[in-house]
């Protein structure tokens, strides 16, 4: 089946390249394919592309002026605003490059915001270099493009979160976006086929987390949650689900999830520890009630079947 | 040297990030150059008061290509600071995912970035091997260009067997590493190297890494090179074979002064060996002249980058970084600092490692020709050819020793300051850590983009690649091809787009832009 053809600009502002990174690991598709197949034609991407640098200021100048139709524009990282609102901490040609993004989105059918730096600022969304996300800052509405932003098929900017984003989430969403498949969204704009599920679910130390068999130092075998930090019950994310790299995920190597799907990522508490009231986290599962939790990871914990209390279930 | 800085603005400190190169051109060369990191992240600044281990989360994300460096600097300063020594296993798992992370890197930087520019149509009309040049190598389509994005994903699917995903992992922690894959995944490990080694031979190197290993002089290189239609035909071959036809001996020269701060610490129970308890070794080199590293000579000035001004270039312990952007825009231009070595520039990257580590093959081509585009890159094009073997070593005694401990208790991190410095695929990294009440009370990181795109120090010095400019021929400035082939073989970035920014403010000056763009 042969689509229309879409063109795709992949824009980075404030980030280190790892979405990019990310995407160049999907297998199923893989990105050669997913260009070919959907007949997506790839602009620009800064990894891949070698239009001389006049050719793509060019470029630029036609998708500003719509000469050029933009179907899908990605970013990445963040977009800088510091100092004092500037944005002179990233430039581009000595301009901001924050006014590059908001006049590419003008012109865009649809927006990818790729990676939690510029879904909600990530790494940098604090007083030095006040970083925002394309249509969020943090948890707050907004971000560079405003509450009321539409793309010029009427979307809001989608987004898709983790540091990095999954790579099956990106080509997923490149594959919606050139099929004009639909999406739901959730309160952060995050598609919910990838970010109602929790990174806790399919972690392989599901069983340790169910009957409390905790780990309290790297290297053992047991549920991350109560002592390590985990933040794997309290974010949505599909690390657990899809796997990365084809092989594995944090947890399930004993890295405990930094929660990196949210908007509040990076947490300003230490990473590796779980803030706790006398040994009961502060934060609890998404969703769950405090009283019933507390009844029923305390049976839970009486109940431990022997092979998980003598950790001999390999995780 | 002053300089307008109208139109070059801003920051870094992530310095595999954003840089902007600023030319002088007389006849069609480049008379004098400038470097610019455009973007500052103020990753330092950010970790002043963090958890202890936090280092290990927030400084991998400064890259996304060299994470795993990242967090392996991080991991070894903490290490230092515990006064713990990680268990044989340890520092296998460690330095296998550290050693993909760079083949990987070696591999997509060549074909993907570097030799990509020949497929350059405008720049190259009149190259005779353009058509196949842009047969390997046009973006997404190119043969060669096709199978690196294969095989370097697959590759990569070595580290999150290791440490669960790749990038941005932190698998990596004080004491060694948070586990220890199950002996199938041992098996499987085993697999992706050899399967990825074998690619490497037939493809990039066209023989053997065994054969490899005997082109030790520039006559042997040329005798490989006359050997076989394979070797021509190889994604080295024809590299060597463009690099005559444009001239790649001869661009690009640099300070002739090498930094490696050395790599991969050996188990204690081991075949491969090393020197110093390290398979490559620290060192800086003057030319082909080798000598010990101090570290306490490093310092960083600061008189022209945008950072609160300091009398005197200070040493990483002491180094602070508040960026300031007003006041004496006529000399700062940059948000990189310039490192300095006993007050000297220095280049680093995997040519500083062959020449350091005694490669003869690189003493000979240095002492004979001196740096240039040539002999950097092709010491990055067969890095790999180095430590595939060694890969396969390590996997072998992982799977005999696979019940053995990966990991010594090292809860917490108890009060002081030590240096983290390795191997980054773009050369010499530095995190210098100071911990007090397990909150970090200072994180300076001198990147190896630091080293070689710094700016001017106070005496007025170039910068490596500002150095390594001069003499570059532009032929048209609207496709400086050139320029481009300068800078990327110091691999500045994952992305080095070199572009021309502006037309120029007065006639000869032009802007390229290096970087994520
Ligand atoms: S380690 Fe984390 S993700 Fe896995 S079961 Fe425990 S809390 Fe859930």
């Given at each position: 089946m042969m689509h229309p053809q879409k063109t795709v600009y992949w824009l980075q502002g404030g980030g280190c390249g790892g979405d990019t990174f990310s995407f160049l690991g999907s297998e199923f598709p893989d990105v050669i394919e997913l260009f070919r197949r959907l007949n997506l034609q790839l602009l620009w991407h800064p990894s891949l592309s070698n239009s001389s640098p006049a050719d793509h200021e060019l470029l630029l100048s036609n998708i500003l002026t719509g000469e050029q139709p933009l179907d899908i524009l990605l970013v990445e990282g963040s977009v800088i605003c510091g100092p004092a609102g500037t944005g002179?901490?990233?430039?581009?040609?000595?301009?901001?490059?924050?006014?590059?993004?908001?006049?590419?989105?003008?012109?865009?059918?649809?927006?990818?915001?790729?990676?939690?730096?510029?879904?909600?600022?990530?790494f940098g969304s604090d007083q030095v270099t006040e970083a925002t996300g394309l249509q969020f800052?943090?948890?707050?509405?907004?971000?560079?493009?405003?509450?009321?932003?539409?793309?010029?098929?009427?979307?809001?900017?989608?987004?898709?979160?983790?540091?990095?984003?999954?790579?099956?989430?990106?080509?997923?969403?490149?594959?919606?976006?050139?099929?004009?498949?639909?999406?739901?969204?959730?309160?952060?704009?995050?598609p919910i086929e990838w970010f109602s599920t929790t990174v806790h679910q399919g972690c392989t130390r599901n069983e340790y987390h169910e009957y409390r068999v905790e780990e309290s130092d790297f290297g053992e075998m047991g549920c991350l949650f109560f002592h390590m930090g985990c933040a794997g019950p309290l974010v949505p994310g599909p690390c657990n689900k899809l796997l990365w790299n084809q092989q594995s995920s944090k947890p399930r190597a004993g890295v405990p999830c930094f929660g990196c799907t949210d908007p509040?990522?990076?947490?300003?508490?230490?990473?590796?520890?779980?803030?706790?009231?006398?040994?009961?986290?502060?934060?609890?599962?998404?969703?769950?009630?405090?009283?019933?939790?507390?009844?029923?990871?305390?049976?839970?914990?009486?109940?431990?079947?022997?092979?998980?209390?003598?950790?001999?279930?390999?995780? | 040297?002053?300089?307008?800085?109208?139109?070059?603005?801003?920051?870094?400190?992530?310095?595999?990030?954003?840089?902007?190169?600023?030319?002088?051109?007389?006849?069609?060369?480049?008379?004098?150059?400038?470097?610019?990191?455009?973007?500052?992240?103020?990753?330092?600044?950010?970790?002043?008061?963090r958890g202890a281990l936090d280092?290990?989360?927030?400084?991998?994300?400064?890259?996304?290509?060299?994470?795993?460096?990242?967090?392996?600097?991080?991991?070894?300063?903490?290490?230092?600071?515990?006064?713990?020594?990680?268990?044989?296993?340890?520092?296998?798992?460690?330095?296998?995912?550290?050693?993909?992370?760079?083949?990987?890197?070696?591999?997509?930087?060549?074909?993907?970035?570097f030799m990509v520019d020949f497929a350059n149509r405008q720049a190259y009309r009149g190259l005779p091997a353009l058509d196949e040049a842009c047969a390997r190598y046009a973006p997404l389509s190119g043969r060669a260009a096709i199978e690196v994005v294969r095989e370097t994903k697959r590759l990569l699917q070595g580290v999150a067997i290791i440490g669960g995903q790749w990038p941005h992992t932190s698998f990596m922690v004080p004491g060694g590493v948070t586990s220890m894959p199950d002996i199938s995944k041992i098996l499987q490990l085993r697999i992706i190297i050899e399967r990825f080694t074998a690619w490497y031979e037939r493809t990039v190197l066209g023989c053997s890494l065994e054969r490899w290993q005997a082109v030790d002089s520039i006559a042997a290189?040329?005798?490989?090179?006359?050997?076989?239609?394979?070797?021509?035909?190889?994604?080295?071959?024809?590299?060597?074979?463009?690099?005559?036809?444009?001239?790649?001996?001869?661009?690009?020269?640099?300070?002739?002064?090498?930094?490696?701060f050395g790599n991969l610490p050996l188990p204690e129970d081991t075949t491969v060996s090393g020197r110093g308890g390290r398979f490559q070794q620290a060192g800086w080199a003057e030319g082909t002249t080798v000598h010990p590293l101090d570290a306490t000579k490093i310092a960083e000035d600061t008189s022209h980058a945008w950072f609160a001004p300091k009398k005197e270039p200070l040493h990483p312990y002491d180094g602070e970084t508040k960026p300031y952007a007003s006041g004496h825009s006529g000399q700062v231009y940059s948000w990189i600092k310039a490192p300095r070595y006993g007050g000297r520039v220095v280049e680093t990257g995997p040519l500083a490692e062959m020449i350091i580590d005694g490669r003869p093959l690189f003493l000979d081509l240095i002492g004979q020709q001196g740096p240039s585009v040539l002999v950097r890159q092709l010491a990055r094009f067969i890095r790999p050819a180095y430590v595939l073997d060694t890969m396969h070593i390590w996997i072998d005694e992982l799977r005999r020793h696979s019940m053995d401990f990966f990991y010594r208790s090292t809860r917490a991190i108890p009060d002081g300051e030590a240096a983290g410095m390795i191997q980054a695929a773009r050369g010499a990294l530095g995190h210098w850590v100071k911990v007090e009440d397990e909150r970090i009370t200072h994180y300076q990181i001198i990147t190896p983009t630091a080293w070689n795109g710094s700016p001017r120090d106070a005496s007025g010095a170039r910068g490596a690649w500002e150095a390594a400019l001069i003499g570059t021929p532009i032929d048209d400035s609207a496709n400086p091809v050139a320029a481009g082939h300068v800078i990327r073989s110091f691999d500045p970035c994952l992305v080095c787009a070199v572009h021309c920014l502006v037309g120029g403010r007065k006639r000869g000056r032009m802007t390229l832009g290096v970087g994520n763009r």
């Open positions: 002179m901490f990233d430039t581009k040609n000595g301009q901001p490059k924050k006014e590059l993004i908001y006049n590419l989105a003008a012109q865009a059918g649809l927006v990818l915001a790729v990676g939690t730096c510029a879904c909600f600022g990530g800052a943090r948890k707050e509405r907004g971000g560079l493009l405003g509450v009321n932003y539409r793309s010029k098929n009427g979307q809001p900017v989608v987004n898709l979160a983790g540091c990095p984003c999954h790579h099956d989430v990106i080509v997923g969403a490149l594959i919606s976006a050139a099929t004009e498949v639909a999406w739901e969204l959730d309160e952060y704009q995050r509040d990522f990076p947490r300003a508490t230490p990473f590796f520890q779980t803030p706790n009231i006398e040994g009961i986290p502060i934060s609890l599962p998404m969703g769950v009630n405090r009283a019933h939790y507390m009844v029923y990871k305390g049976m839970a914990a009486a109940a431990a079947p022997e092979h998980l209390k003598k950790r001999t279930s390999k995780v | 040297m002053i300089l307008n800085t109208t139109g070059i603005t801003i920051p870094v400190n992530r310095a595999e990030g954003d840089l902007e190169i600023r030319v002088e051109i007389e006849d069609g060369v480049v008379t004098d150059a400038w470097s610019a990191g455009t973007m500052y992240r103020g990753f330092e600044t950010m970790m002043r008061g280092g290990l989360v927030v400084t991998p994300r400064i890259c996304g290509i060299c994470s795993l460096t990242h967090l392996t600097a991080a991991v070894e300063a903490l290490d230092a600071i515990s006064g713990v020594v990680p268990p044989d296993n340890a520092r296998r798992l460690r330095n296998l995912a550290l050693m993909i992370e760079t083949v990987q890197s070696d591999v997509r930087q060549s074909i993907l970035m290189l040329d005798a490989w090179l006359e050997e076989s239609e394979q070797h021509r035909n190889s994604e080295l071959g024809f590299f060597l074979q463009l690099a005559r036809q444009t001239g790649l001996a001869e661009l690009g020269r640099g300070p002739n002064c090498f930094l490696s």
